[in-house]
């Protein structure tokens, strides 16, 4: 599957910003969905994912609250909804897909075969 991040850009602290990941050459139906971000010189840090059997969704401590992970019913598409934004939050956001895997990984960047290629999130004080 190929995935294509979209909607980052700039956006004064407290604004919101929907990233969108949307997948191509089949569905998201049977994968789990994650967003991961990364700021320069620093690890890659997840920011949360779904599941695809009950679209349950999970997220670091930081996000939790402020950024919704939803997908469409097709299962085509994939968003971030990111609320009160802060500087801290301007990094590169990656959406990744994985076909299955057990709940303890869902975290882990490693766990996910699918990337795609990051989009812009900065955020101005």
């Known amino acids: 599957v190929q995935l294509q991040a979209s909607g980052g850009g700039l956006v004064q602290a407290g604004g919101s910003l929907r990233l969108s990941c949307a997948a191509s050459?089949?569905?998201?139906?049977?994968?789990?969905v994650a967003w991961f971000r990364q700021d320069p010189g620093k690890e890659r840090e997840f920011v949360a994912a779904?599941?695809?059997?009950?679209?349950?969704?999970t997220y670091a401590d930081s996000f939790e609250g402020r950024f919704t992970i939803s997908r469409d019913t097709a299962k085509v598409t994939a968003f971030l909804q990111m609320n009160s934004l802060k500087p801290e939050d301007t990094a590169v956001y990656f959406c990744?897909?994985?076909?299955?895997?057990?709940?303890?990984?869902?975290?882990?960047?490693?766990?996910?075969?699918?990337w795609g290629q990051g989009t812009q999130v900065t955020v101005s004080s």
């Open positions: 990744a897909a994985r076909s299955g895997g057990i709940l303890s990984t869902l975290r882990h960047d490693s766990a996910y075969a699918y």
């Open positions: 050459g089949r569905t998201f139906s049977r994968y789990d």
């Open positions: 779904i599941r695809w059997n009950n679209n349950r969704p």
